[in-house]
């Protein structure tokens, strides 16, 4: 059976540099299987999408998120029950994007893995993501300027809140579980200065969980207790400051919610083998 070369020129528009496309119908398989020059995006919302990427069959129900590079062979088979949403884009596009996100060793792994792993998202991500996706119809036709910034900020999305792990082979190598919807949720707001001072009082309260069931999942997803991964970041925190900013270290100790100062200096040379005040000398900052 022959494959179907499709082109970014017959298929991307050129001003939004993107194709967008909600399929509800069964494919014609005379288009299959195909290969193209473009990077696609599959978000399956309803039913089941059957994938097959060279010789792997993988059969996809709703909430699977698929990556397909250029230069993966591919087909596709939608039942009658189903749906999907079809994103594309320039290759030189999404190349910029790794390479202005990412390092060096981050766009070799998304590129030469013999392929992307499906990621299946949560029922509230999923809903979230096809939302937004959907949200895209709302655009003006004539406003591609707009139309083309918000698919990049979609794609940008995509990848770091979906993919990266995967590019990375992150979760093969640690064969763990994807954290529950609550957890990921938490975590991402201990990115805020004032929850990661609060640190596990603020979880108790965010999530409402016990912290016999805190710990435990902890353990579980992460590998840490919720103790040692708050006082990384804070950590994290206190060495970028001290990087790109003058501020006194007490402060910054303090403020990322440091109580102990004696425990503060322990856990930072423990992390970085030198003092806050000699890592500050040694990059130039002191």
Not at 89 to 101: D, Y
Not at 137 to 160: D, F, G, V, Y
Not at 167 to 194: H, I, M, N, V
Request: aromatic share 10%; glycine share 4%; charged share 25%.
């Amino acid at each position: 059976m022959s494959v179907k070369v499709i082109n970014a020129y017959n298929t991307i528009d050129p001003e939004t540099e993107t194709h967008y496309a909600y399929y509800t119908t069964v494919f014609n398989t005379a288009q299959y299987p195909q290969v193209h020059d473009f990077y696609e995006i599959d978000l399956v919302t309803d039913g089941s999408l059957q994938f097959t990427m060279g010789e792997r069959i993988l059969n996809l129900p709703a909430g699977s998120l698929l990556w397909v590079r250029p230069g993966d062979v591919h087909s596709k088979a939608l039942p009658e029950t189903g749906a999907h949403i079809n994103l594309a884009f320039p290759a030189g596009a999404v190349t910029k994007l790794f390479e202005f996100l990412y390092d060096k060793k981050t766009c070799d792994a998304m590129t030469s893995r013999p392929y992307c792993p499906p990621v299946v998202l949560s029922p509230a991500e999923c809903g979230a993501l096809r939302q937004k996706m959907i949200s895209l119809s709302l655009i003006p036709p004539n406003m591609k300027t707009r139309m083309r910034t918000q698919l990049r900020l979609l794609l940008a999305e995509i990848i770091n809140s979906c993919l990266i792990e995967v590019f990375r082979g992150e979760k093969e190598e640690t064969e763990q579980a994807a954290p529950p919807l609550w957890l990921r949720e938490a975590l991402a707001e201990l990115e805020k200065l004032s929850n990661l001072s609060e640190g596990t009082g603020f979880l108790r309260k965010h999530t409402g969980k016990t912290r016999e069931h805190i710990c435990r999942s902890f353990r579980k997803y992460l590998n840490a207790t919720p103790s040692d991964y708050i006082s990384r970041l804070r950590l994290n925190y206190v060495a970028n400051m001290l990087l790109h900013s003058d501020r006194e270290i007490l402060d910054l100790a303090y403020e990322a919610g440091f109580e102990n100062i004696s425990y503060f200096y322990e856990r930072f040379r423990r992390a970085f083998h030198v003092s806050p005040r000699k890592f500050r000398e040694m990059n130039g900052t002191g």
